[in-house]
């Protein structure tokens, strides 16, 4: 009786201390910052007012307007002699992935075996850091992330271990047997090659439990590989996935690659289709007549990447898909790297300048640069499934802002030149300078549970 009473006191003893644990520790009074904007844009209306006062309380934005009185104690930001912004959104992109041209020949089975989830998590939070740098404080990490690497990421930077942007991971692809692989039997029977790749989902049992599999381990969006076999999905499949990723509250995203497939994604009523070469204009009026947003990842022609002709097919489908009014994102679907990444001055490229060298397609499709903007943030915003809590700088919503020399509504480059990031309230880049040092913490100052 004595021992079962003891063990009772330290199982009570730990539940009162994991509770305690658990328990958010005494706020201290949240920081207030004032941002004089000589110009803020609206991307939503591709309007701007200037001399306007953004007022931070901690995390948020409290205030916005010309007539906004700056509290005593207030740190100020003076921004006056620049354009001020929402952060930018990356709509489809692989942050936990490198592939290269030596020793895999671009080929990224080989990446998949030769570099492991450990190496690529640390690749992933080296990308994240370099994404903010370059003002997008919203990506979309949609799969080919080793052992749920990007899941991961999201977590150490929502927890408050390193600064980066708001990271929107799927998890592991989930496609019918094979997923993109055209694997051995060796490979696929005796060494189960597709995972944590691919999720194989070939029933309706399998891929509710291969999507329920990526809400748990923290997806915040689920991808499906519609046609990257010949048995892809069906529609009903897709309608399936989408039903059950609502549970979860996450939104779909079908990756395509051939007209049938991308037909069945709009007949599904998917959120998102990933990659425009196969669609059609046909294509494009019923996406824009459903609301489905685009991720074409529309890559340019560059000396360390693409060919011509394919850049113009690029560029003509860009170009239906906005003269057909479907909601673009900017996306880019980078996962590779070469030594040919270089800038005019022969310095290596981060991968934030690599993705916003991407505009070099919107500017060929000729798309004006308000609309350009708003693929950046707003229609990204939409996609990413954020535009409630951040994106837009209003009063209640995550502080996410940036600052660039010059008019992105008249010409869309200067988004190129991002000299200031703010970052849920923190300063990461002030000056064209990163200013990390109060996004890096030695614990989890946030909350160990934050996912």
């Excluded at 229609?379 to 009063?395: F, H, L, Q, S, T």
Aim: proline residues 7%; aromatic residues 8%.
């Amino acid at each position: 009786m004595l021992k079962r009473a003891l063990i009772v006191s330290v199982l009570c003893g730990i539940a009162a201390a994991t509770l305690a644990a658990q328990a958010p520790s005494p706020a201290s009074p949240a920081k207030v910052t004032a941002i004089r904007a000589g110009r803020l844009i609206d991307p939503e209306t591709g309007t701007a007012a200037a001399n306007q006062i953004i007022l931070v309380d901690g995390e948020r934005i409290r205030e916005v307007g010309a007539d906004v009185k700056i509290p005593p104690g207030a740190e100020v930001i003076d921004l006056s002699k620049l354009t001020v912004m929402p952060g930018l959104v990356e709509a489809h992109t692989h942050m936990g992935i490198t592939y290269k041209e030596f020793p895999e020949n671009n080929i990224y089975y080989l990446t998949y075996i030769l570099e492991g989830s450990p190496l690529r998590a640390i690749q992933a939070a080296s990308n994240g850091i370099q994404m903010l740098n370059s003002g997008f404080t919203v990506v979309r990490d949609v799969g080919n992330n080793a052992l749920y690497v990007d899941v991961a990421l999201r977590m150490a930077i929502e927890q408050g271990w390193l600064p980066g942007p708001t990271v929107i991971p799927s998890g592991p692809m989930i496609g019918s047997t094979g997923g993109q692989f055209w694997p051995t039997p060796e490979m696929y029977k005796q060494h189960n090659i597709m995972y944590p790749e691919y999720i194989d989902a070939d029933s309706p049992d399998e891929i509710v439990k291969a999507i329920r599999e990526n809400m748990l381990f923290g997806a915040k969006t689920i991808k499906l590989c519609i046609d990257c076999k010949p048995w892809g999905y069906s529609v009903d499949d897709i309608r399936l996935a989408i039903r059950e990723a609502a549970k979860g509250g996450c939104k779909v995203e079908g990756h395509v690659q051939t007209p049938e497939g991308a037909q069945r994604a709009i007949d599904a009523g998917i959120y998102i289709i990933a990659h425009g070469r196969a669609l059609t204009s046909e294509h494009h009026k019923q996406m824009a007549q459903k609301g489905i947003f685009l991720a074409g990842t529309d890559t340019p022609f560059t000396p360390y990447r693409g060919s011509e002709a394919a850049f113009k097919i690029t560029v003509e489908k860009l170009r239906s898909a906005y003269d057909n009014k479907v909601p673009l994102t900017f996306s880019t679907d980078m996962d590779y790297w070469n030594d040919r990444m270089k800038t005019e001055k022969g310095e290596w490229m981060t991968r934030g300048e690599i993705t916003i060298n991407f505009l070099l397609t919107w500017k060929a499709a000729k798309i004006p640069a308000p609309d350009v903007l708003k693929a950046l943030t707003i229609n990204g915003y939409k996609a990413a499934d954020v535009i409630n809590e951040r994106g837009p700088i209003k009063p209640g919503l995550y502080a996410d802002i940036i600052a660039v020399p010059g008019d992105p509504l008249t010409d869309i480059d200067a988004v190129r030149n991002v000299q200031f990031v703010m970052k849920n309230g923190t300063v990461f880049k002030k000056d064209g300078v990163m200013v990390p040092e109060k996004a890096f913490h030695p614990g989890p100052i946030k909350g160990w549970n934050r996912r």
